[in-house]
């Protein structure tokens, strides 16, 4: 089969090089996340990248990271009272990062962001993420508990 591709590769004719699909060139900015992996796996093995995409892509990156960083800096750790136990509130049991295991009551109303205000609180600023079924609750910061699915929950806290 190597030896067919080379020979094909090698000796390609007019006709089989006309056939061949126009490219079309989009933004970055533009292309779903699939066609942007697509288009730098296609740019590596083609060894011709574009200086474009790599680019943009790196900019898109950074830009996502900064984006989780400022939101991760605008929480302020603050100890918040516990509420009583009633129909309205639920346990939530928070795995830390050196193993041990800490559970609190919050309100089903109380939004994600009271779940980082506590977390910060017990690890002293370091930066962490909260994980649950492999969702990063940052993105459902201002969801609330029950809204986010976080009821009689256990999430993880990965420092990072």
């Known amino acids: 089969m190597m030896e067919v591709t080379e020979f094909l590769e090698n000796h390609s ?10 490219k079309v060139t989009k933004s970055v900015s533009d292309m ?12 590596s093995l083609s060894n011709t990248s574009s200086p474009d995409i790599e680019s ?10 900064s984006k989780m960083e400022s939101v991760f800096d605008s929480i302020i750790p603050i100890k918040r009272d516990e509420p009583p ?3 309205d509130t639920t346990r939530i049991q928070i795995r830390m990062g050196d193993g041990s295991r800490v559970v609190r009551r919050f309100n089903k109303s ?3 962001r009271y779940l ?14 909260l994980v649950f079924n492999r969702t990063q609750l940052i993105d459902l ?3 609330s ?11 993880n806290c990965v420092l990072t």
Do not use: C, H, Y
């Not at 004719?13 to 126009?22: C, F, H, L």
């Not at 942007?36 to 740019?43: T, V, Y």
């Not at 508990?145 to 999430?155: D, K, Q, R, T, V």
């Open 13 to 22: 004719t007019e006709e089989r090089g006309a056939m061949k699909r126009p």
């Open 110 to 112: 109380d939004p994600v």
């Open 145 to 155: 508990i029950s809204e986010a699915g976080l009821s009689n929950a256990a999430i």
């Open 32 to 43: 779903s996340e699939e066609e942007q992996l697509n288009a730098a796996i296609e740019a």
């Open 116 to 129: 980082f205000e506590f977390v910060k609180l017990q690890v002293e600023n370091q930066p962490f993420e």
């Open 56 to 65: 943009k892509m790196e900019e898109d990156e950074k830009m996502v990271e």
């Open 85 to 87: 136990n009633g129909n």
């Open 141 to 143: 910061i201002d969801q």
